[in-house]
């Protein structure tokens, strides 16, 4: 995702925001690191100081060995390999943070190998990634075209193509397996390259497209959040939150990812409260609890026969109750242990000293008075 500010020119430079090959706007650096270090000198091992961090397109990023020694800046555009040919992808990070990030992501740099950085972006190069760029609006139509002709099931979210234009790479979403074998034939045929297709679940396409949530803010997916951990529903009641799938689901269709964030706080609140589910006994019945507020400790329980009377107990009185009744023993009832807030009435007083807002409402008959006295003396 790029924004439209960001036209390069000739050096791979942003002509909109000038940014050194980041955007300024933050539409087309999605996942991006603030190198704290890049003042300072690489200590320790220097195993990682040739591995370049490249940035593709919609966020995705690939590490790159940076064998040929090459002076590269944040923000230059590379030419590296790939399996077959080259991309084209911008520098995003280098120094101390690579180890980092690759221990982030559960990456050996001993294991692994890594692809070769071939040079830096010449204008001819430059030239052919961006015509690619530009072909894959209309290639996502056209593909999303052939796949409905063909009655498959399966919904084409994105295309990227390679940086020599050797390779198009489709992401599609599918609820289960799809045969695209005859799609592959059709799409190869008629736009004349490699075909590569992908399938990548609904967090991930979020993440690719973008887009802002109900919170007013970007999706966590597309800026800072880097895995997807699965969510469920027992997330919502820990929270005391009504299931409602309207509100609680993103624009993936799954639930938000952002009910995990509170998740551990509520768990260890809730260590101290009793079960929802649990029964007080009573000279009088049995007391169901009906409300939980874990922020002010307090419970809300009610008289199976009286539905209507709300009793508050806090969370010691409610423990102290039910090991009475772990003892076989009952309590009078739950009023010697409720406490019921008093309301209070609030007085609003003009603090600022302006006036009063009902000062129009009498109507002042000043003016005419005076214009009787001066008739009255003529």
């Not at 919609?58 to 030419?79: A, C, F, H, P, Q």
């Not at 290639?139 to 075209?145: A, G, P, Y």
């Not at 027992?234 to 799938?245: D, V």
């Not at 409300?291 to 199976?304: A, R, S, T």
Request: with cysteine; net charge positive.
């Amino acid at each position: 995702m790029g924004c439209s500010s960001c036209s390069t020119n000739s050096n791979g430079v942003p002509g909109g925001c000038k940014n050194n090959g980041t955007c300024g706007t933050d539409g087309c650096n999605k996942l991006t690191v603030f190198d704290w270090l890049s003042n300072m000198e690489p200590l320790g091992d220097q195993e990682h100081s040739k591995v370049i961090e490249v940035r593709f397109k919609n966020g995705r990023k690939e590490y790159y060995n940076n064998s040929s020694d090459l002076t590269i800046s944040i923000g230059d555009l590379l030419v590296v390999k790939a399996e077959k040919g080259h991309d084209v992808g911008y520098a995003t990070l280098k120094g101390g943070l690579i180890a980092l990030q690759l221990k982030k992501k559960k990456i050996n740099s001993k294991t692994t190998k890594f692809l070769e950085i071939s040079r830096k972006a010449s204008q001819r190069d430059i030239d052919i990634w961006t015509r690619a760029r530009e072909r894959e609006e209309d290639v996502k139509k056209k593909s999303r075209q052939l796949a409905i002709s063909l009655n498959l099931k399966m919904k084409i979210s994105d295309v990227e193509f390679q940086g020599d234009d050797s390779k198009v790479t489709f992401y599609y979403t599918a609820p289960g397996r799809v045969d695209f074998r005859q799609l592959i034939r059709d799409m190869a045929r008629q736009f004349n390259t490699r075909i590569e297709m992908k399938q990548i679940g609904l967090r991930e396409e979020a993440s690719r497209l973008g887009g802002i949530g109900s919170c007013g803010r970007e999706l966590c997916c597309s800026t800072w959040l880097t895995d997807f951990r699965s969510v469920t529903t027992s997330a919502a009641r820990y929270q005391q939150l009504s299931l409602n799938p309207q509100k609680l689901a993103g624009q993936c269709g799954k639930l938000k990812c952002c009910l995990n964030y509170e998740l551990d706080f509520y768990q260890e609140a809730l260590k101290d409260f009793p079960k929802s589910n649990s029964k007080i006994l009573t000279e009088k019945g049995i007391a169901f609890c009906q409300k939980i507020d874990i922020f002010k400790g307090l419970l809300w329980f009610v008289y199976k026969d009286d539905s209507v009377t709300w009793h508050q107990l806090s969370v010691e009185k409610a423990n102290e109750i039910l090991k009475i009744n772990a003892k076989g023993d009952k309590i009078e009832s739950l009023e010697q242990y409720a406490t019921y807030e008093t309301s209070t009435d609030v007085n609003f007083e003009n603090v600022v000293g302006q006036d009063s807002l009902t000062r129009f409402d009498k109507k002042n008959n000043r003016y005419k008075n005076k214009k009787k006295k001066v008739w009255k003396k003529a």
